[in-house]
């Protein structure tokens, strides 16, 4: 089946560091990629999303993203994380066959913490 | 523009009974997604319907249903709740003119608490 992986389950990082996140998916149809930021109790906020073309993206709240298919990998940076960036990340995934999409699957998430 | 509603936001029932929870996505979004998201499981596909027409499905059991309006609303019904039900059922809106896939949009969630 194929699948999304977030190998870290938390990470910590201290503010005004970066950051990097990474999610590889399993080989497929052309992958369309996203990032998605959930707060507690809130819903999923898209961050960023490779669709094709230039493989580096900007996203929101100073977010990129580099999708780099040799890898199967689409790792999500920041140079100088904020306390307001404390939240889960999700990677994920629609994999685009002939016949058309299922939907998002979704690695585990990261729990980001940011030490003052 | 008004984001993906969805209602109610919290809900407690019992086990055997049914529950159907709603979703307004995005004006002119013709597509709704609905995703389980559990501390076990993550987040699941259930199922996407786009112009009332049920278009993916996930792997679910057949008590999981859902049916969409022809403003694109969308409900979905549990039937014969389980415990293993209780979870934040999200639902996410697109244009839905790609089936290719698309960018979607995320509600707050239905938080559902099964006893």
């Known amino acids: 089946a194929q699948s999304v992986t977030q190998p870290d389950i938390h990470i910590t990082v201290s503010e005004g560091a970066s950051l990097e996140l990474r999610c590889n998916y399993s080989y497929g149809a052309t992958p369309y990629l996203f990032w998605y930021v959930q707060s507690p109790g809130q819903g999923l906020q898209l961050l960023l999303k490779y669709f094709s073309g230039d493989t580096l993206v900007q996203g929101i709240k100073g977010f990129e993203a580099e999708f780099k298919r040799s890898q199967s990998s689409f790792n999500l940076r920041k140079p100088s994380v904020h306390w307001s960036d404390a939240a889960e990340y999700f990677c994920a995934v629609v994999w685009v066959s002939g016949g058309g999409a299922d939907g998002l699957t979704f690695g585990k998430g990261t729990h980001l913490i940011i030490q003052p | 523009k008004a984001g993906v509603t969805q209602t109610p936001r919290y809900l407690i029932k019992t086990r055997g009974q049914q529950v159907t929870l709603s979703c307004s996505p995005i004006?002119?979004?013709?597509?709704v997604s609905w995703y389980q998201q559990t501390p076990g499981q993550g987040l699941q596909f259930l199922f996407e319907?786009?112009?009332?027409?049920?278009?993916n499905k996930g792997n679910f059991p057949g008590r999981f249903s859902g049916r969409q309006f022809s403003n694109s609303r969308s409900e979905m019904n549990v039937s014969t709740l389980e415990l293993g039900d209780s979870a934040l059922y999200l639902c996410a809106s697109s244009l839905g003119a790609d089936a290719n896939g698309e960018t979607q949009y995320f509600g707050p969630g239905t938080r559902l608490l099964v006893l």
């Open positions: 004006s002119g979004h013709r597509s």
């Open positions: 319907y786009f112009s009332e027409t049920q278009r």
